[in-house]
């Protein structure tokens, strides 16, 4: 069983190991042997061009702010929305439970025309506010955080509710902090999703002021920005947007264990 989880493991991680080594080749070197870990010539030109020559710490840093907008509130408003829908009683709770898990069925290229003219309507189109306010709220977000909530046993709240808290100082104060398994998975799903995020970016925005760092890779693996291949600095790119999202995965993977006991008083 080791050996071969050891041997896919290796499968998958192999091309970023290419991709790494590549990135500190010359375009030569990266030509004649694209495959191999070992640079002929180590050196940094790709990294150097990239922070130093173009506009890549901007589409760094619109791409975070994004990511963080989108992170805080999407764990703010599904957590809310999976409570509501879990704890709540209210006419019509089974539809808008319905249509959250039918949304989520519906694919994301066709909702991309309609998006564009929403945005557009309401004055958002390219600007930080058209490309946060759609991602805020995801159907598997709310689906995520209402299943967690109902594994949480109700006698808890009521201990809460007996001793004269509301409703929202109950899930603020009681039942959001046992969530936190739920909570850092929404975390990682929205960051991830957030940063590596493309059709959305396209539609909402324009300027090359708010180029995120998915436009602005996709324009170098096409061409745009450079002449001939150019692997190293396409590479190099692709490295630098890959190490946000395996930190963030490894430093929380340890929290994505469901644990709810302990939770009832004895």
């Known amino acids: 069983m080791y050996a071969v989880l050891t041997v896919l493991a290796v499968i998958y991680v192999f091309p970023f190991l290419v991709q790494v080594a590549t990135s500190f080749k010359t375009d030569a070197d990266a030509a004649s042997n694209p495959a191999s870990l070992v640079p002929q010539t180590f050196t940094t030109a790709a990294y150097e061009r990239l922070f130093l020559n173009s506009d890549f710490p901007l589409w760094f840093a619109n791409s975070a702010i994004v990511t963080v907008a989108v992170c805080l509130g999407r764990v703010f408003f599904a957590s809310l929305a999976g409570y509501a829908l879990a704890r709540l009683r209210f006419r019509g709770r089974g539809v808008i439970f319905a249509a959250v898990v039918a949304v989520m069925a519906v694919p994301t290229v066709v909702l991309l025309i309609p ?152």
Not at 115 to 128: A, E, M, P, R, T
Not at 146 to 166: H, L, M, T
Not at 182 to 189: D, F
């Open 115 to 266: 998006k564009f003219l929403v945005l557009n309507q309401l004055g958002l189109y390219d600007s930080y506010a058209g490309m946060i306010i759609p991602l805020l709220v995801d159907a598997a977000g709310v689906f995520i955080m209402k299943n967690f909530f109902e594994s949480i046993p109700v006698s808890v709240e009521e201990q809460a509710r007996i001793d004269g808290a509301g409703t929202f100082r109950v899930f603020w104060s009681v039942v959001l902090p046992m969530a936190r398994p739920a909570l850092v998975t929404i975390v990682i799903l929205s960051f991830q999703g957030s940063w590596n995020e493309l059709s959305h970016f396209i539609v909402s925005a324009q300027s090359p002021e708010l180029t995120t760092l998915t436009k602005g890779v996709a324009s170098l693996a096409s061409g745009q920005l450079s002449q001939g291949t150019q692997y190293p600095i396409k590479l190099a790119a692709a490295a630098i947007m890959t190490v946000p999202v395996a930190l963030l995965f490894f430093i929380f993977q340890r929290h994505l264990t469901n644990t709810s006991e302990g939770a009832v008083k004895g």
